[in-house]
């Protein structure tokens, strides 16, 4: 099957792991599941370590996201395209959550149909608008 990780997730699997909940891991470590990023969680985490707030043991500069997601990790990076800005035109953000770039993974994983793995308790207002949403429970 074919996964979404929403960027609190990369995070958690590159500086704390502990953080991945039992019901998620088993997901993560089946050989047969297909874990893609979005190109945004990319975007994100190469700002966070930048400012500093996201500091993966191995890294010396942010381009090391691309080798570990891809070659250690093996995960796919799935690129923003149109169809995702269009599902994202026509997502109703929900009172609240101002949060651009979850809007964006949201839609990225509605328009491609695959379930978004989040810790984000935002998440599953969106749920009525089409998001299937496997929540990181804590």
């Known amino acids: 099957m074919r996964y979404l990780i929403d960027t609190n ?8 792991p502990y953080n991945i909940s039992r ?8 050989y047969e599941n297909r874990i893609y990023v979005s190109s945004e ?12 707030r996201v500091k993966p043991k191995t890294w010396k500069y942010a ?3 691309f080798d ?10 799935s690129y923003i395209k149109k169809e995702h800005l269009k599902t994202l035109a026509a997502l109703t953000p ?12 949201i839609s990225h994983a509605m328009t491609e149909k695959m379930p978004v793995i989040s810790s ?8 009525k608008q089409g998001l299937d949403l496997i929540d990181n429970e804590k």
């Open 9 to 16: 997730i990369l995070i958690f699997i590159l500086s704390e």
């Open 23 to 30: 019901n998620v891991q088993p997901i993560l470590d089946d």
């Open 41 to 52: 969680s990319i975007k994100e985490v190469v700002c966070l370590f930048h400012e500093g």
């Open 94 to 105: 929900v009172k609240g959550h101002n949060d651009h770039c979850d809007h964006l993974i």
């Open 68 to 77: 570990t997601v891809e070659k250690e990790l093996g995960f796919t990076i």
């Open 120 to 127: 984000d308790g935002m998440f599953k207002y969106y749920k």
């Open 63 to 65: 381009d090391d996201i």
